[in-house]
T-cell receptor, first 118, second 112 residues
Framework: GAVVSQHPSRVICKSGTSVKIECRSLDFQATTMFWYRQFPKQSLMLMATSNEGSKATYEQGVEKDKFLINHASLTLSTLTVTSAHPEDSSFYIC??????????????FGQGTRLTVV | SQQGEEDPQALSIQEGENATMNCSYKTSINNLQWYRQNSGRGLVHLILIRSNEREKHSGRLRVTLDTSKKSSSLLITASRAADTASYFCATEIMDSNYQLIWGAGTKLIIKP
């Protein structure tokens, strides 16, 4: 099956710094990528939908200036957590859809990034 | 946002028994998908069932879909310890730019 690579898998950063998380589709073109946040023992919370070459669509309550999303190519989307605070500590997951397959196809997920802000 | 509700929230059974998880949703869908997540990892796709399908099988997995009741079930037969994970249903709603709406998940524990 298709592979989505998310990097890094774990990161610890100091409060006030920025962290960039990368999500790459390795063997298909992902016209749409999704960024999720997952709290312990909870479901996925969609943060934003990222379309290649255009601005991301953020869900209500997600700060655009804090969670910067860039989808500059069909195989790469990045999420940058700016001026990180301890409350940003969480598990972040990206997923991608193969743009050539249309609807009724599965989403492929990265391995997730465990962010800890100290 | 979540439109799916799953039950039970947690399920603990003996190895070899069957496990059934249920998912309900609220709006019209293109398809419903089931995913598995091991602790601290990404999600793995299990089965996708389209809105015009009623049942689908994949190995030890059986998924049903009842669009009149807006519900789905995932059955894992002859469970194994390695099936221990969280299971999520997700619906692709119409005109949604492929966005998935997630259920709360079921934590399945298989006791050896």
């Amino acid at each position: 099956g298709a592979v989505v690579s998310q990097h890094p898998s774990r990161v610890i950063c100091k409060s006030g710094t920025s962290v960039k998380i990368e999500c790459r589709s390795l063997d298909f073109q992902a016209t749409t990528m999704f960024w999720y946040r997952q709290f312990p023992k909870q479901s996925l919370m969609l943060m934003a939908t990222s379309n290649e070459g255009s601005k991301a669509t953020y869900e209500q309550g997600v700060e655009k200036d804090k969670f910067l999303i860039n989808h500059a190519s069909l195989t790469l989307s990045t999420l940058t957590v700016t001026s990180a605070h301890p409350e940003d500590s969480s598990f972040y997951i990206c997923s991608a859809r193969d743009g050539g397959q249309g609807m009724n196809t599965e989403a492929f997920f990265g391995q997730g990034t465990r962010l800890t802000v100290v | 946002s979540q439109q799916g509700e799953e039950d039970p929230q947690a399920l603990s059974i003996q190895e070899g028994e069957n496990a059934t998880m249920n998912c309900s949703y609220k709006t019209s869908i293109n398809n419903l998908q089931w995913y598995r997540q091991n602790s601290g990892r990404g999600l793995v796709h299990l089965i996708l069932i389209r809105s015009n399908e009623r049942e689908k099988h994949s190995g030890r997995l059986r998924v049903t879909l009842d669009t009149s009741k807006k519900s789905s079930s995932l059955l894992i037969t002859a469970s194994r310890a390695a099936d221990t994970a969280s299971y999520f249903c997700a619906t692709e709603i119409m005109d949604s730019n492929y966005q998935l709406i997630w259920g709360a998940g079921t934590k399945l524990i298989i006791k050896p």
